[in-house]
T-cell receptor, first 113, second 108 residues
Framework: EAGVAQSPRYKIIEKRQSVAFWCNPISGHATLYWYQQILGQGPKLLIQFQNNGVVDDSQLPKDRFSAERLKGVDSTLKIQPAKLEDSAVYLC???????????FGPGTRLTVL | GQSLEQPSEVTAVEGAIVQINCTYQTSGFYGLSWYQQHDGGAPTFLSY??LDGLEETGRFSSFLSRSDSYGYLLLQELQMKDSASYFC?????????WGAGTKLIIKP
């Protein structure tokens, strides 16, 4: 069974630029999560999808972050414009059901200069 | 609100046993999960306690006491490959609330 795929693995941009991350969850997994993990901290949930609907985006900075999950499969997370404090690893995870074991992708390490 | 506390770092010797504690504050939750994350890697699921008591999976065991708002992860027969960060996470409202993680350092 293929795991969660993410791209790119690394991205370096300058502040005020835009960036987008892509995630392909495990086939059949209804729930998809985007997390932000700053070095030395635990993952922080940004947004949770159930199929193509948003379950929770309370911690998503909506003035600059956006996410979508078209057709309930792949998802993209966008930051526009980026700030220095957005430097982090962005993790995508999926699970068969909300609350069951989460399977994580390798993450995208974003550096904002 | 909900919060979890873990030691930031624990050091142990190869072949020994180590316990990583997790205390939490919450108004309600379904269970406590543990995840392992190697440097530069993604978190991987280790265990889940929905009920009080001990859950054993090979060399790893996890414990939950709801009355004490406390849980722990027990690692036995430590191997160098166990060097990683370990996160406890509360399962609440169909999502995970994560602790800051404990870095486990293993010495030969």
């Amino acid at each position: 069974e293929a795991g969660v795929a993410q791209s790119p693995r690394y991205k370096i941009i300058e502040k005020r630029q835009s960036v987008a991350f892509w995630c392909n969850p495990i086939s059949g997994h209804a729930t998809l999560y985007w997390y932000q993990q700053i070095l030395g901290q635990g993952p922080k949930l940004l947004i949770q999808f159930q199929n193509n609907g948003v379950v929770d985006d309370s911690q998503l900075p909506k003035d600059r972050f956006s996410a979508e999950r078209l057709k309930g499969v792949d998802s993209t997370l966008k930051i526009q414009p980026a700030k220095l404090e957005d430097s982090a690893v962005y993790l995508c995870a999926s699970s068969p059901l909300a609350g069951s074991e989460q399977f994580f992708g390798p993450g995208t390490r974003l550096t904002v200069l | 609100g909900q919060s979890l506390e873990q030691p930031s770092e624990v050091t142990a010797v190869e072949g020994a046993i180590v316990q990583i504690n997790c205390t939490y504050q919450t108004s309600g939750f379904y269970g406590l999960s543990w995840y392992q994350q190697h440097d530069g890697g993604a978190p991987t699921f280790l265990s889940y306690n929905a009920l009080d008591g001990l859950e054993e999976t090979g060399r790893f065991s996890s414990f939950l006491s709801r009355s004490d708002s406390y849980g722990y992860l027990l690692l036995q027969e430590l191997q160098m490959k166990d060097s990683a960060s370990y996160f406890c996470a509360l399962y609440s409202n169909y999502q995970l609330i994560w602790g800051a993680g404990t870095k486990l350092i293993i010495k030969p």
